[in-house]
């Protein structure tokens, strides 16, 4: 995955909209990619921050775009998991 894909791909992320290897590539290049890695924070702490605002909420925007990617890791090992269980069922 390039950077011009991954920065259109960073609204569905954002959006818990990518699953399978669509998310594994977006993961692997926004890690790799200095420039795509900020591209995401800023577009998450626009998204996150309007919304966080209007609800008068308490937030730490750094802390919650971790945990997403956290997260999105877990879904990733989750998906290799099934993945190795339905190759050997197989």
Do not use: Y
């Not at 390039?2 to 998310?23: A, H, M, N, V, Y």
């Not at 997260?71 to 993945?83: E, F, P, Q, T, Y």
């Amino acid at each position: 995955m390039d950077c011009k894909e991954t920065e259109k791909k960073i609204p569905s992320f954002l959006q818990d909209e990518l699953d399978g290897s669509r998310l594994e590539e977006f993961i692997a290049h926004v890690e790799n990619c200095a420039e795509c890695k900020e591209e995401l924070s800023i577009q998450f702490l626009v998204a996150e921050g309007l919304e966080q605002l209007e609800k008068g909420n308490n937030f730490n925007l750094q802390k919650a775009l971790t945990w997403k990617l956290e997260d999105a890791d877990d879904k990733i090992r989750v998906n290799r998991a099934l993945r190795r269980i339905l190759f050997v069922l197989e």
